[in-house]
């Protein structure tokens, strides 16, 4: 793999599905598969085999369809859900097994009532039996962001002697800040004995909105791999938001980090999903939410219509999104409602815009959106109409 290569692993329906109320069926879950292998993800983690017999068939499933992306299934560090996940996995062109265990002094003393040595024999064995049924194996220290550096490079070795090839480094509980969590990668760079054998993953959640802002910082700091899903929806905050973590290493290609993302199809996926899962997506998220390129300020019309650049840093295009938007308000200019007065059919001079102008604000102050039918109306309503049709 490039060095500059970040590879995106796609955990939309496995993370991303444990939102309360939003379980897929197997149908609707081969959809999302084959958009997320056209859209170019490079692995997609298709669920938690041992979980239900639902959650099995549908790895099974995603794993004879998808043609070009690696096809991962969760398990705990428990022999059974290893070999169930290899079970799953079978079909797959390229097969993944991700197996781990919590890592913490939380997690070692409330979760398994254990101490550290035993959690790192633990990690050795599940590594190792995953091992050998393939030969991409993914390691999870589990709260590794509350797990200090110095034990959790002791994991990572342990999980590497044993054959790990990708290293997963969750900020499970989304408590780190960006500093803190590039630095725990920039420090198991440096000091994880065979770390050259291994990717090092971030994983993190949004629990104090800074999954993206540390999933940034963890490429900067040498990892290659970023764990997201579409929308950024996950399990209590939600996760990384794919869309968000590809444009920015798109939008900044000073980082000369890049992915295989096919960008155009963001939209349509974001939409996909959001209407499979019936998850309402804000509409001032970043890069797929209907306002992320929408414009009602006055100011901020004017310099679109002049120039997209003035206020736009992404060409919508770019996300699939058709143009950008010009939201009539009683916020908006003359410009603004000149250009969507053009967009349907009436050229206005100057004279006539200002006295249009006038009779748009009225009709503003009362309905939070113009539309283009209002538009007619106000036109039709007034006293130069003979004068503004016949030009």
């Not at 997609?44 to 299934?73: L, M, N, Q, Y």
């Not at 079909?91 to 070692?108: E, L, N, V």
Request: proline share 2%; net charge negative; hydrophobic share 35%.
């Amino acid at each position: 793999m490039s060095n500059t290569n970040v590879q995106i692993f796609d955990t939309t329906l496995r993370d991303g599905e444990q939102v309360p109320g939003c379980k897929l069926n197997t149908e609707q879950k081969l959809i999302i598969a084959e958009q997320l292998d056209l859209l170019g993800v490079d692995i997609i983690e298709a669920g938690f085999p041992v979980s239900s017999p639902g959650d099995f068939k549908s790895v099974e499933a995603i794993s004879k369809i998808v043609k070009h992306a690696t096809v991962c299934g969760l398990t705990r560090s428990v022999e059974n859900d290893i070999k169930v996940a290899a079970e799953a996995l079978k079909y797959a062109k390229t097969p993944r097994i991700h197996t781990g265990i919590g890592t913490s002094d939380s997690h070692i003393k409330f979760k398994f009532n254990s101490n550290r040595d035993a959690i790192l024999e633990r990690a050795f064995k599940a590594v190792s039996y995953a091992k050998s049924f393939v030969e991409d194996v993914e390691f999870y220290a589990e709260d590794a962001g509350r797990t200090d550096n110095d034990y959790l490079a002791r994991v990572c070795e342990t999980a590497i002697e044993a054959g790990a090839t990708v290293l997963n480094i969750p900020d499970t509980t989304g408590y780190c800040l960006p500093h803190e969590y590039g630095a725990k990668i920039k420090y198991l760079k440096e000091n994880v004995k065979g770390i050259e054998k291994a990717i090092l993953s971030c994983h993190c959640h949004n629990d104090l909105g800074l999954a993206t802002a540390n999933s940034i910082e963890g490429v900067i700091n040498g990892a290659r791999q970023i764990e997201c899903t579409i929308n950024g929806i996950g399990e209590r905050a939600g996760n990384t938001a794919l869309e968000e973590v590809v444009m920015i290493l798109k939008q900044h290609p000073y980082l000369n980090l890049d992915t295989h993302i096919k960008t155009e199809m963001l939209y349509g996926i974001s939409q996909l999903v959001s209407d499979s899962m019936g998850i309402y997506t804000q509409p001032n998220k970043a890069i797929v939410g209907a306002n992320a390129f929408a414009h009602s300020s006055g100011i901020h019309q004017d310099g679109v219509i002049k120039n997209r650049e003035t206020y736009e840093i992404i060409d919508p295009k770019d996300v699939g999104v058709t143009e950008s938007a010009i939201v009539l308000t009683a916020r908006s200019g003359r410009a603004a409602l000149a250009y969507r007065a053009k967009n349907i059919g009436y050229g206005l001079t100057k004279l006539q815009l200002d006295e249009i102008y006038l009779n748009f604000l009225d009709f503003a102050d009362k309905k939070k959106e113009v539309n283009d039918d209002d538009i007619h109306k106000i036109i039709e309503s007034s006293r130069l109409y003979k004068e503004i049709v016949s030009a």
